[in-house]
């Protein structure tokens, strides 16, 4: 006892770099626009809002174990079979439960470049070995996904859309890679962004699942829905898939204003569709400004536009961030995830992307 050293930790977390959100004020701006966490910025359905309130008189109470609502509302909504849905707290607990379950220490878990965080944080706390493949132009590529497959590998992450670089890929390639990974391999969909894409070649995952036993796909309420302080998120998987999940979770992982909130956000269709249109109206015509200041955006099928800065000093993104902070607008930098001449701004609501949008303008204009 006493002074002395903490215990030490497995090697793998030491790895980590804690995650860091997104900062939520400007220091001295009179208001902040805050467009760095690829959150719903018309917030949740009234109706949610209502069903958390009422939920909150509850709160002596756990909440269902098995989440049974929410699964049913989930199974309707989406015409799937309730008892392969697993849900968690945010798709981040589902990433996390599948690195626990799947990784073995020295096992690895491969994922594009660019991948979202949380595959790198969650293979590495359950003492797996992260492995990045290349990308083309920022696109997740099959053939170096599958030229990095080892007889380690025992996950393959593929967010679609991708965070943070919007990029998306079209189901014909998702099956080739599928079907050039060996049945021992977890393919895992994380479809975060799925609601917001507009391409006829795309598929969220859910019919691989359905025809799969080693594709999971994952879903969020945290972006299309405004749930993203309740912490919801959901897997549609192979029964064996959910037979592991549910033995690995936590008996009350989604909380009890959680499940309802859900649930009641998913029976308002229309406030979900008024919130992906308006998204993804405004993504188009921010990304047709932000290029007719000369700026290059990388194409995004997200929430969200990654934005490239140059390097010339006093233009990097680094000072565009800067610049933003003044303006009280708070975008995403990029280094943690090896883009440092990027910035990744979410879509807000019509009013805060013009804000935005009019500050990077000045920002610009000031390079003469
Ligand atoms: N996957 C991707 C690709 C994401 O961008 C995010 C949110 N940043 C998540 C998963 C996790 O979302 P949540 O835990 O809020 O469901």
Same mark, same amino acid.
């Given at each position: 006892?006493?002074?002395?050293r &903490?215990?030490a930790?497995?090697? +793998?977390?030491?790895?980590?770099? &804690?995650?860091?959100?997104?900062?939520? +004020?400007?220091?001295?701006?009179?208001?902040?626009?805050?467009?760095?966490?690829?959150?719903?910025?018309?917030?949740?359905?009234?109706k949610?809002? #209502?069903?958390? @309130?009422?939920?909150?008189?509850?709160?002596?109470?756990?909440?269902?174990?098995?989440?049974?609502?929410?699964?049913?509302?989930?199974?309707?909504r989406?015409?799937?079979d309730?008892?392969?849905?697993?849900?968690?707290?945010?798709s981040d @607990?589902?990433?996390?439960?599948?690195c626990?379950a799947?990784?073995?220490?020295?096992?690895?878990?491969?994922?594009?470049?660019? +991948?979202?965080?949380?595959?790198?944080?969650?293979?590495l706390a359950?003492?797996?070995?992260?492995?990045?493949a290349?990308?083309?132009?920022?696109?997740?590529?099959?053939?170096?996904?599958?030229?990095?497959?080892?007889?380690?590998?025992?996950?393959?992450?593929?967010?679609n859309?991708?965070?943070?670089?919007?990029?998306?890929?079209p189901?014909a390639?998702?099956?080739?890679?599928?079907? %050039?990974l060996?049945?021992?391999?977890?393919?895992?969909?994380?479809?975060?962004y799925?609601?917001?894409?507009?391409?006829?070649?795309?598929?969220?995952?859910?019919e691989?699942?359905?025809?799969? @036993?080693?594709?999971?796909?994952?879903?969020?309420?945290?972006?299309?829905?405004?749930?993203?302080?309740?912490?919801v998120?959901?897997?549609?998987?192979?029964?064996g898939?959910?037979?592991?999940?549910?033995r690995?979770? +936590?008996?009350?992982?989604?909380n009890?204003?959680?499940?309802?909130?859900?649930?009641?956000?998913?029976?308002?269709?229309?406030?979900?569709?008024?919130v992906?249109t308006?998204?993804?109206?405004l993504?188009?015509l921010?990304?047709?400004?932000?290029?007719?200041?000369?700026?290059?955006v990388?194409?995004?099928?997200?929430?969200?536009?990654?934005?490239?800065?140059?390097?010339?000093?006093?233009?990097?993104?680094?000072?565009?961030?800067?610049?933003?902070?003044?303006?009280?607008?708070i975008?995403r930098?990029?280094e943690?995830?090896g883009?440092?001449?990027?910035?990744?701004?979410?879509i %807000?609501? #019509?009013? #805060?992307t013009?804000?935005?949008?009019?500050?990077?303008?000045?920002?610009?204009?000031?390079?003469g």
């Amino acid at each position: 006892a006493g002074a002395g050293r &903490a215990p030490a930790a497995r090697p +793998g977390v030491m790895e980590i770099s &804690a995650y860091v959100g997104g900062a939520s +004020g400007a220091a001295g701006a009179a208001r902040t626009v805050k467009l760095s966490s690829n959150e719903c910025a018309w917030g949740p359905s009234p109706k949610a809002v #209502e069903a958390f @309130e009422a939920a909150s008189k509850k709160l002596y109470r756990y909440p269902d174990g098995g989440a049974a609502d929410l699964r049913a509302a989930i199974a309707r909504r989406f015409g799937l079979d309730a008892s392969r849905i697993v849900c968690g707290a945010g798709s981040d @607990e589902i990433i996390s439960l599948l690195c626990q379950a799947y990784l073995a220490p020295g096992d690895e878990a491969l994922y594009s470049a660019h +991948g979202f965080l949380m595959y790198r944080i969650s293979t590495l706390a359950a003492g797996g070995v992260p492995v990045t493949a290349p990308e083309t132009d920022l696109h997740a590529d099959v053939d170096a996904l599958l030229a990095k497959v080892t007889d380690r590998t025992r996950i393959v992450f593929l967010a679609n859309p991708n965070n943070p670089t919007g990029t998306y890929l079209p189901a014909a390639e998702v099956r080739r890679l599928h079907a %050039g990974l060996r049945p021992d391999i977890l393919l895992v969909l994380d479809a975060a962004y799925a609601e917001f894409v507009r391409r006829n070649d795309y598929e969220a995952g859910i019919e691989m699942v359905a025809t799969s @036993e080693n594709v999971v796909m994952t879903r969020t309420f945290s972006k299309l829905y405004g749930l993203a302080g309740l912490r919801v998120g959901w897997a549609y998987c192979p029964e064996g898939v959910a037979d592991v999940l549910n033995r690995v979770r +936590g008996p009350f992982n989604v909380n009890l204003p959680a499940q309802a909130a859900a649930v009641a956000a998913l029976a308002d269709t229309g406030w979900a569709d008024k919130v992906a249109t308006e998204t993804i109206r405004l993504r188009g015509l921010a990304a047709e400004r932000l290029a007719a200041l000369g700026l290059t955006v990388t194409p995004s099928e997200g929430n969200f536009l990654l934005v490239h800065f140059p390097v010339t000093a006093g233009r990097t993104a680094q000072d565009a961030d800067a610049f933003l902070q003044r303006e009280g607008v708070i975008v995403r930098r990029m280094e943690g995830y090896g883009l440092p001449g990027a910035l990744r701004i979410s879509i %807000g609501t #019509e009013e #805060e992307t013009a804000a935005c949008l009019d500050a990077v303008a000045r920002f610009v204009e000031g390079w003469g």
